[in-house]
Every structure is written in structure tokens, then in C-alpha cells.
């Protein structure tokens, strides 16, 4: 595709009922830049064109086709065009109890797995990658969890590794997991830094920073993560867009709309219809693709 308008970004965000707790993205962004997120199972993504340009704790990486980017639950990153010509990209979201259950199964790796880099270069994991997709959109489930299973296990056989436990916390800290459940609570109707660190005892700035350390973002950037992840829930379970919105505390639509398409990577209608159109892993009718833009 040539050009670097947005006319020449898509995206598709699916699921195949065949593979449970597993989406699936292919998209091609230009202009798209994901703000600081994080996802509850982990991440595994095979650039096919350009580059991409993922921030991380650790710093900044590329990704080019022939690599591999492997996050791990919960933690916070970005990503935006590492060219003007943006990036293309097949990606796997499994959840934690696919990737723990495969690392009980087949390898000596027990608890919470997670991988150490963040890149790593391996055309044939990134091969493996596309072609479970292909295989997902060919309704072909056999082939498509053969070849999950493939790429995981080779994934924690090079690079797996398990997730140090958590240490005790400090006050600080706890006061952090008590901010967490009071935004969880009051999703709707957040109250203000300030009142929030006068209900926990603390002040505003340390509050803001000890939250930063623990999350990787601050609160405001945190809840409106948290927001998207439930309105992804409420979408998942049939609930119309608007009334999702609403529900999770955006102002209205567009606002769910905008912060929604920025955090997935599709619109709300688009990641709706696709669950719809693929619950018995094949399309009704239409094309492949959804509107990154729309």
C-alpha cells in the first residue's frame, strides 16, 4: 500500500470461538499511535512491513518483520510508526491461563511465566505467528491450536522464565493498591487526586508518584485503561456501545469512541461486530477488515 495517508490504515481485532481466551490483530497504521496501556494476558507480535516503535520500561525498541515483540501481563507500554510509512503487524493476546497451562504441560517452567526480552529476532516464531492467524481466518482450528502450542512452547523454551514473586509492600505501595480499588469502585464518578490521596491518608504528589512506580502510569492515565479494559467486557457481553460508555464513566460515546479506537486499536462498533460475525469462526458476509479510523 503505498501512501501515508489514514485512508491507508486498517485494522481487524477478533476472536475464534475455537481458540478461547485468545484475540487476535492484524492491522496496518500509519498515523495510529497506542497511548500507555497494559494488557491482562500477554502480548506477542510479528511486524510484516515497516516498523514499529514500542516504548517500554526498559527504554525504546524497533520492530522489524523477522522479530518478534513478547510483553508480559500488566505491563505498561506504548506504540506509534518507527517510519513515516508506519507499520504492519499480525499479533496474539493470550491469556495467562493459556500460557500457564501450556508452560505446566510441556516444559519445566511452573508458576507465573514471563519472558525477559521484550525483541527478540526469530523469523520462524514470527512465521508461526501469521500463519496461526491465516489458519483462524481459514476456520481451521485444529491447524490454528497446533501451531498456538508450536510457537508458545518455543517461545518459553528460548525465553521464558518465571515471574519473580511479589515482595512485601511498603506503605507507599499499599497505599497504591487502596487507590486502585477506590478508582475500580468509582469508575463512574472518580474524586480528584487530592481528595482521593486526603481519603488514603497521604498527599497528593507522593500519591502520584508512588502510583507512577507501581503501574508505570499515573492515576488519570491508569483509569482510563482501566475504563477501556470494561467497556471491553460490556461489549464482549452484548452491550451496546453508548450504554457501555456510560457505564465506565466516559462522557459519552464519542469519548469512548476516541479513547477506545487509541487503546485497541479499532472503534468499539467495529471490535463488536467482529464478535459477532465470528462466533462460529467464519465470516457471514463482508470483508476481512475494520476500519482502524472509523
Known amino acids: 500500500m503505498a501512501g501515508a495517508g489514514r485512508a491507508t490504515e486498517w485494522a481487524r481485532h477478533w476472536t475464534y470461538a475455537e481458540l478461547p481466551d485468545l484475540d487476535l490483530l492484524r492491522a496496518r497504521y500509519v498515523r495510529h499511535t497506542f497511548p500507555r496501556h497494559s494488557h491482562e494476558g500477554y502480548v506477542f507480535g510479528a511486524v510484516t512491513g515497516g516498523v514499529e516503535e514500542v516504548g517500554v520500561p526498559g527504554g525504546t ?25 508506519g507499520w504492519a ?34 523469523p520462524h516464531a514470527a512465521r508461526l505467528i501469521t500463519q496461526v492467524h491465516r489458519a483462524a481466518e481459514e476456520g481451521n482450528a485444529l491447524a490454528a491450536d497446533s501451531l498456538l502450542r508450536v510457537l508458545v512452547v518455543r517461545l518459553l523454551d528460548r525465553h521464558g ?14 497505599d497504591v493498591e487502596r487507590a486502585r480499588a477506590v478508582l475500580e469502585g468509582r469508575m463512574a464518578a472518580p474524586p480528584t487526586l487530592e481528595a482521593l490521596a486526603a ?58 469512541n476516541r479513547h477506545f479506537t487509541r487503546i485497541v486499536g479499532v472503534p468499539p462498533g467495529a471490535y463488536q461486530r467482529e464478535r459477532g460475525v465470528y462466533r462460529r469462526g467464519r465470516p457471514a458476509s463482508g470483508g476481512r477488515r475494520g476500519s482502524a479510523g472509523a
Open 61 to 85: 525498541i524497533h520492530a522489524t518483520p523477522g522479530t518478534v515483540v513478547m510483553i508480559n501481563p500488566e505491563v505498561p507500554h506504548t506504540a506509534r510508526p518507527g517510519r513515516p510509512e
Open 199 to 256: 481519603e488514603l491518608g497521604t498527599s497528593p504528589f507522593a500519591l502520584l508518584r508512588a502510583f507512577k512506580k507501581e503501574y508505570g502510569m499515573p492515576p488519570h492515565t491508569w483509569l482510563t485503561d482501566a475504563r477501556v479494559r470494561r467497556a471491553r467486557r460490556l461489549l464482549d457481553a452484548g452491550t451496546a456501545p453508548a450504554e457501555a460508555a456510560t457505564a465506565v464513566g466516559f462522557t459519552d460515546q464519542p469519548h469512548l
Open 89 to 122: 503487524y499480525d499479533t496474539l493476546y493470550p491469556s495467562a491461563q493459556v500460557i500457564n497451562g501450556i508452560a505446566a504441560e510441556v516444559t519445566p517452567l511452573r508458576g507465573t511465566v514471563g519472558f525477559a526480552e521484550t525483541r527478540v529476532t526469530d
Open 161 to 174: 522464565s518465571p515471574l519473580p514473586s511479589v515482595t512485601p509492600r511498603a506503605g507507599g505501595a499499599r
